[in-house]
Structure formats: structure tokens, C-alpha cells
């Protein structure tokens, strides 16, 4: 937990529709670029052209899960579920 913290990197961890989040695999940004539209990128080009909204849990949002748009920041183990 100090090695990111001193490295300035979140853990951002995916949610597929129907299923429990993925903790084994998370995606590595760094704090300067922690918006969802970073993620998405980071995931695939494509999905970006995709994208409508996603749904998030964890410190960066209110309610869990919160409905948020493409310039919504993350924060470090946060939980998203990209809906197409």
C-alpha cells in the first residue's frame, strides 16, 4: 500500500455486468490522468467511441454505485463498470 501511495499510482478495478469485480487484475493509472476517460482509454481506444456512462463505487463518489460521465476523477481502488 506505501509503494503506491509513494508512487502515486490508483488501482482502478473493473466490473463486468452480472458479476463480481475483478481485484486480481486492476488498471494502473497515475494520479495525474485518473479521469474515466484515461481508463478507458488505458482499456481500448475504441471504447471511448463506445462510451455512455459508467457506473462507480468506492471514495471518489457519493453513492455507491453513482451514475458518472467521462471527466469524472478517480480514486485509488475504485470499482467501474462501463456501460455501452
Known amino acids: 500500500?506505501?509503494?503506491?501511495?509513494?508512487m502515486d499510482l490508483y488501482?482502478?478495478?473493473t466490473k463486468p455486468k452480472g458479476?463480481?469485480?475483478?481485484?486480481?487484475a486492476p488498471v494502473i493509472l497515475?494520479?495525474?490522468k485518473n479521469s474515466?476517460?484515461?481508463f478507458c482509454l488505458r482499456i481500448h481506444k475504441s471504447?471511448?467511441?463506445q462510451f455512455k456512462v459508467?457506473?462507480?463505487w468506492g471514495q471518489s463518489?457519493?453513492?455507491n454505485p453513482q451514475r458518472c460521465g467521462k471527466d469524472h476523477r478517480l480514486m485509488d481502488e475504485d470499482v467501474v463498470q462501463i456501460i455501452k
Open 36 to 38: 474515466i476517460e484515461e
Open 47 to 49: 471504447l471511448l467511441a
Open 11 to 13: 488501482r482502478i478495478y
Open 30 to 32: 497515475p494520479a495525474g
Open 61 to 63: 463518489v457519493k453513492h
Open 54 to 56: 459508467a457506473l462507480v
Open 19 to 24: 458479476q463480481i469485480p475483478d481485484y486480481t
Open 1 to 6: 500500500d506505501t509503494i503506491w501511495k509513494y
